[in-house]
């Protein structure tokens, strides 16, 4: 199967491919298939101070955030710190889907960091051993239920706005094209390296631009600078 990326949001899903992986991968399986631990909710393994995710046969996660939460209508930053997923895949197996942000919809799962159902997909992509994919931790994603083998993948939560060739304005930036322009007055007090994310639909009654049939994104900014 071929991976799909929606041509308009090119610019914040990375896809690459790490040939010293994909070469290591199935000594790194056999390490993490003996080694693998409960942790949480998740099966992992330790490999030289990177993480390896496993699901298993049945399992699966649904619509989520990586950083964000959302509940009764109220889109939290529940995670600061984490501005880059990446994924390095070890294994073949179910694929990784992101989609729209879709604040009219309920939360697919009562749990932290679950999501609502997305209007739009926006991206599929096919795990093979080797191939790696980043992107903003505040976008839509699921692993297309349900997982049929023993799924394994390196998982980072980058903690800088900086991470290879990205940055923290190419994160201000992502979205920017489709959205309208509007003005924020917030009295709330915000540290640096802060992440504030706004719907455009949600904004106030004069912009509610959730009356007109235009997909929902969101507007985010981090702050860089503080007022002295």
Same mark, same amino acid.
């Given at each position: 199967?071929? @991976? &799909?990326?929606? /041509? %308009?949001?090119?610019?914040? *899903?990375?896809?690459?491919?790490? =040939? ?7 000594k790194i399986i056999k390490h ?79 749990? @932290? &960091?679950?999501? /609502? %159902?997305?209007?739009?997909? *926006?991206?599929?992509?096919?795990? =093979? ?100």
């Amino acid at each position: 199967m071929e @991976d &799909f990326i929606d /041509p %308009e949001w090119l610019d914040c *899903i990375h896809l690459d491919f790490n =040939e010293a992986v994909a070469q290591s991968s199935t000594k790194i399986i056999k390490h993490c298939e003996s080694n693998v631990i409960r942790y949480g909710n998740q099966w992992r393994c330790d490999v030289a101070g990177k993480i390896a995710i496993l699901l298993k046969p049945g399992e699966g996660y649904e619509w989520h955030f990586d950083n964000l939460d959302f509940t009764k209508g109220i889109l939290n930053h529940a995670r600061k710190g984490r501005y880059w997923t990446h994924i390095i895949y070890l294994t073949e197996g179910k694929p990784l889907e992101i989609g729209t942000w879709n604040p009219d919809s309920a939360r697919v799962l009562e749990t @932290d &960091f679950s999501a /609502p %159902e997305p209007k739009h997909i *926006i991206a599929r992509i096919y795990p =093979e051993p080797g191939k790696t994919i980043v992107f903003p931790c505040f976008m839509v994603h699921r692993i297309q239920p349900i997982v049929n083998n023993h799924r394994w993948a390196f998982v980072d939560f980058v903690s800088t706005p900086n991470y290879k060739d990205k940055s923290a304005k190419d994160l201000e930036n992502i979205l920017r094209d489709n959205l309208y322009g509007f003005s924020i007055e917030s009295h709330n007090k915000w540290n640096l390296r802060d992440i504030f994310v706004i719907d455009r639909a949600k904004i106030h009654s004069s912009c509610d631009f959730s009356k007109l049939n235009n997909t929902s994104k969101l507007f985010m900014t981090i702050v860089t600078k503080l007022k002295t």
